[in-house]
């Protein structure tokens, strides 16, 4: 009986440990699949691609230009891919977020992703054309990056570690863009003029945008030795790093070649500044001092009086404010996805809000539920007041109201195009506008309710790229013919974006047209075009396709998003505050974006190659043929490792393996996943294991797996005399070696309604079973030595076999909100909840259920915490301490103050009873003051890039108990037996390089008479 109770002991601590592996994490976000796409196979020359639209057109130039991608990256990196590539597209970055290829969230600023193991290339088509071929460009570059360094004869996986961001997505953004580009050249800009270019090693600061840094790095270097230099330089990188690569291939120093590039910034973009250093047109009324490093995406409401913006002031989201058009005060945040029922994401990449002609509502576009969604909301209550889902579009974004009320415009994004969609918000109806290839975005109502202006890669198509690009150029639309006309007398070949009326009905919009971005205004009635600011960095949102103008026509007031110091401002100006020069519609230079490159005298062949993408898709011919699908499931990941010992110890002289494996399989979209684990630490008998499988494909996510895990341990039995007719008395030492087996079998299932809430249960049998090997080691018995053990005689070995076990099969089920953002060292902000059950049948029953409530509210730098949790054993066996041990109040997770030798002196004192820290059921509150202490700028009082840490003040208060009768008993000191226990004090939490998180805390007992002590835990924040 003795060894069963150590069995039912140490069981109960494996269990509490390991018998949940193959269940769903305690909290967490999920990953829902609101549809199923059911993708077809077609092969060209290099690629395996898998596309579910119907639209065939598009099929066929997607499969084209990944064909002229291959073929430009190819010329380069001297490299090829043994076999077809995959290429898996959606058709729109709702239907992306939803992807099994990769196993983490997708952000909204993901435009797509090269996945190593499968070599992979995922992503969403874009809301313009010009943004789907130049990010199937730059992941086709990594595709190729990662075919190097996988299939490489002197590389492999370890050899990824080696590549900093910057060397691999910079060079991804030369190879697909070429070294023009206004909106690098802007950031390059912004660094000259505020003295901030980054030697090589500060480039792995993040502060630096490793992908506009990075591609102005690649410029600079290919400009220097040629775009020869590509392949050795980043295959030298990936095998010795930057340091040793620097010399090894461009024969200087790394120091040298670091002045040497900051220099060439300074050389290439100080004369681009020189004189427009302080321009600045109007005044800031939106800016990082009220906390904002990114305010974007103004809208002016038609009575000039407010701005709804886009701003991550809040730091863990970026959400929507209503501000006041004057002087910037803010006012209401409209629209928070902290607070924003199941809304994942708001678009903050291609829309701003759009105000109703009576500036009493407001129309944002959001991501829910595997689609975009137009919510409508009162902007100074923030209280949602409709919700739009048009069914027959799924992707939209730039919403428009239109004068009277009734209509809302988007650019919709269906079967590969984006078009321009009228929905009736009356009677739920919606309006194809525009049906063509082409783009049409950021539109526009005139004041008369009949003519829309956007923006449209229209006349690129018909008359050719710009530097490989397709560009924009103004364009209105009659709602009721249809005609459109064209205003591409405009800067032809530039980016002519984000037309807006003023006062007097002429456009006001931003080009890039000289390199730069400013404001321009073209006179309908004249043909006049007056330049309105002259910058030296730019008007720009987050990415080159962003909205950021905004215009009060009643009160003549423009406000537009000034890019400066890596961050983003809102400037109101009005007619008399701008330059109000006259230029010619046909004066287009990009001499501004021309990326730095040392030597002119050597052509870029990345710009050469780009310069003719119109020649070469024209005679693209690549065939496509269409195949059935297979999942093609296989080994992704392999690693571990092992060896063979002999030893000589106690235990007797044994040879044993040592080493793990860890694998994982997958099929070719992810939707079913093998982990696998195997491990062996001594001798056969020791070899363990657990077998998990995935499947991600339906609503529900489901699976199994199998489990098979040895725990030795061993344990002096005995020691004793026996006499022996050869050598007279002999010391018999007796040792138990046990081994404890946990195998099991569980099935789960799991059902996420959206990225915040899930519901999962599952079902499961584990065994637990025992064997034991007894040793006996014998010594003459010597009286002249200590302990009476003299020479060694040896030892036996008994195999006793396997010992009684017993079973323990359990249902569960829970429901799961995880709505918080984590700091430093614990969440700050949103709320957490989980409230379930598991019941644990056979050889030991007993229910466990768990309520456990959180919450955050956070009122900058101050976070107050609060949990409300509840945990406990009912049952046949929930009282048999015997089996399963009691609960400890004074837990640290629980109680602190009372942990250990506290809870003994107390108890020693006669403060409190041992009926106050033990029992079976469990009742907790907790709150406190988190304060952010050291870490990043935006986040902590102390900026500090080493040792983050947060300071908490705490207060803990728990009752725990095994019967409910026992509240109505009292103690020998005339007190209950069952009271709560409550302590106070004050913590600190360092973040140990993301390894590990400790808390030394001192914690003071709400009891007369008790002691402040000192106590430590070693996990994050609850």
């Known amino acids: 009986m003795r060894h069963r109770s150590k069995l039912w002991t140490l069981a109960a601590f494996l269990l509490a440990f390991t018998g949940t592996l193959s269940a769903q994490e305690y909290f967490g976000r999920n990953k829902p699949s609101y549809e199923s796409f059911n993708f077809d196979v077609y092969r060209s020359p290099n690629f395996e691609i898998y596309y579910y639209l119907k639209n065939a057109d598009r099929r066929k130039d997607l499969a084209d230009f990944a064909e002229l991608w291959y073929r430009y990256h190819q010329n380069l990196l001297t490299d090829t891919f043994a076999t077809t590539n995959p290429l898996i597209f959606y058709n729109d970055h709702a239907d992306f977020q939803q992807t099994n290829t990769i196993s983490g969230g997708v952000g909204v600023g993901t435009g797509g992703v090269t996945e190593a193991f499968k070599n992979r290339v995922i992503m969403p088509i874009a809301l313009t054309n010009q943004a789907t071929y130049q990010v199937l460009g730059h992941e086709l570059v990594h595709a190729f990056q990662f075919n190097r360094i996988l299939n490489g004869d002197s590389t492999n996986i370890q050899n990824l570690g080696n590549l900093p961001l910057w060397i691999v997505e910079g060079m991804a953004e030369y190879m697909s863009t070429g070294s023009v580009d206004p909106h690098t050249a802007m950031w390059m800009r912004d660094a000259v003029l505020n003295d901030d270019v980054p030697t090589l090693d500060q480039l792995n600061n993040p502060k630096y945008f490793p992908y506009r840094y990075g591609h102005a790095f690649w410029s600079f270097l ?47 973009f100080k004369p681009s500044i020189a004189g427009k250093e302080k321009n600045t047109y109007g005044k800031p009324i939106l800016d990082d001092k009220d906390g904002g490093q990114m305010n974007i995406s103004p809208s002016i409401s038609p009575d000039g009086k407010y701005v709804l913006f886009t701003s991550e002031r809040n730091l863990f989201s970026t959400d929507i404010f209503l501000a006041d058009a004057t002087n910037g005060q803010i006012m209401k945040t409209v629209a928070s996805t902290a607070r924003s029922g199941n809304v994942d ?120 790229r710009t530097y490989g690009r397709l560009t924009f150029n103004l364009a209105s639309i009659d709602i009721v013919s249809g005609e459109v006309t064209h205003y591409d007398e405009v800067f032809p070949g530039a980016d002519n974006l984000n037309p807006q009326l003023d006062t007097a009905g002429n456009i006001i919009f931003m080009s890039n047209r000289d390199g730069y971005r400013n404001l321009y205004r073209y006179n309908l009635d004249t043909k006049e075009l007056t330049q309105l600011t002259d910058l030296a960095v730019g008007i720009s949102g987050i990415s080159h396709y962003s909205p950021a103008i905004s215009v009060d026509r009643k009160r003549d007031r423009v406000l537009y998003t000034l890019y400066n110091k890596k961050g983003y401002s809102i400037y109101r100006a009005t007619s008399k505050d701008f330059l109000d020069k006259k230029v010619d519609p046909n004066d287009v230079t990009y001499a501004a974006a021309q990326l730095p490159r040392l030597n002119r005298a050597i052509k870029s062949i990345v710009d050469q190659q780009i310069a003719i993408i119109d020649e070469e898709i024209a005679g693209e011919t690549a065939p496509l043929t269409a195949e059935p699908y297979k999942s093609k499931f296989k080994l992704d990941f392999l690693t571990g490792g092992g060896g063979l010992g002999v030893g000589n110890n106690l235990f007797g002289t044994n040879a044993g393996l040592a080493g793990g494996v860890q694998a994982l399989f997958s099929d070719i979209l992810g939707n079913n996943q093998i982990i696998a684990n195997v491990a062996l630490n001594g001798q056969i008998q020791d070899l363990g294991g657990m077998v998990t499988y995935i ?46 087996f946990q195998s099991g079998v569980t099935g789960f299932v799991q059902y996420p309604f959206s990225s915040t809430l899930r519901a999962e249960a599952e079902i499961d049998f584990t065994r637990i079973s025992q064997s034991l090997r007894r040793i006996k080691e014998y010594s003459r018995y010597d009286p002249f030595f200590f302990d009476g053990r003299g020479q060694s005689l040896g030892q036996d070995q008994e195999k006793i076999g396997n010992l009684p076990g017993f079973s323990m099969p359990g249902v569960g089920a829970a429901i799961v909100g995880d709505k918080s953002n984590f700091g430093l060292t614990a969440p700050l902000q949103g709320y957490r909840f989980r409230a379930g059950f598991r019941q644990y049948l056979g050889d030991v029953q007993f229910l466990n259920p768990t309520l456990d409530f ?65 029992g079976t059921k469990i009742g907790v509150f907790n709150a406190e003051v988190r304060i952010p202490l050291l870490g990043p700028k935006q986040l902590a009082l102390i900026k500090s890039n080493i040792v983050p840490a947060d300071l908490n003040f705490f207060f803990d208060t728990g009752i725990i108990w095994t019967r409910f009768e026992q509240f109505n008993f009292e103690g020998p000191n005339g007190k209950s037996l069952i009271r709560p226990l409550s302590s106070v004090g004050a913590s600190v939490r360092v973040n140990l390089f993301g390894a590990l998180i400790l808390e030394p805390y001192y914690a003071i007992p709400l009891i007369k008479g008790a002691k402040g002590a000192f106590g430590l835990n070693f996990m994050p924040g609850w």
């Open 222 to 268: 290919t400009g220097l030795k040629t775009d020869m230099v590509i392949e050795p330089f980043f295959k030298t990188v990936a095998m010795y790093g930057v340091d040793a690569a620097v010399p090894m291939v461009l024969g200087m120093s790394k120091k040298d070649f670091s002045k040497l590039w900051q220099d060439a910034i300074t050389a290439q």
């Open 345 to 464: 994401f708001f678009d903050f990449l291609e829309s701003s809000g759009a105000w109703s002609p009576d500036s009493k509502r407001v129309a944002v576009v959001g991501f829910k539920r595997g689609r975009n969604v137009l919510l409508i909301k009162s902007p100074f209550t923030g209280k949602t007041l409709d919700e739009l889902a048009p069914a027959d579009l799924q992707a939209f974004s730039n919403p428009t109201w239109s004068p009277d009320g009734k209509t809302i415009v988007v650019s919709g994004l269906k079967e590969g195009h984006t078009d321009l969609y009228a929905y009736n918000i009356r009677t739920r109806t919606l309006k194809q506008l525009t049906d063509d290839k082409y783009s049409e975005i950021q539109s526009t109502w005139a004041e008369d309710g009949q003519t829309l202006f956007f923006s449209t890669d229209q006349k690129a198509w018909e008359n050719g």
């Open 695 to 740: 499947n991600r494909k339906g609503k529900f996510q489901w699976g199994g797996s199998l489990l098979h895990i040895p725990y030795p341990y061993y344990s002096y039995d005995s020691t004793y005399l026996e006499n022996n007719d050869q050598v007279g008395p002999v010391v018999v030492d007796q040792f138990n070696v046990y081994r404890i």
């Open 854 to 918: 959180r919450g955050y509210l956070r009122k900058k730098p101050f976070t107050f915490a609060a949990r409300v949790m509840h945990t406990g054993r009912y049952g046949r066996d929930s009282e048999n301490t015997d089996v399963f041990p009691p609960l400890f109040l004074g837990t640290p997770w629980w109680v602190r103050g009372f942990q250990g030798n506290i809870a003994q002196n107390l108890e020693r004192d006669g403060l409190i009873t041992l009926d106050n820290l033990i």
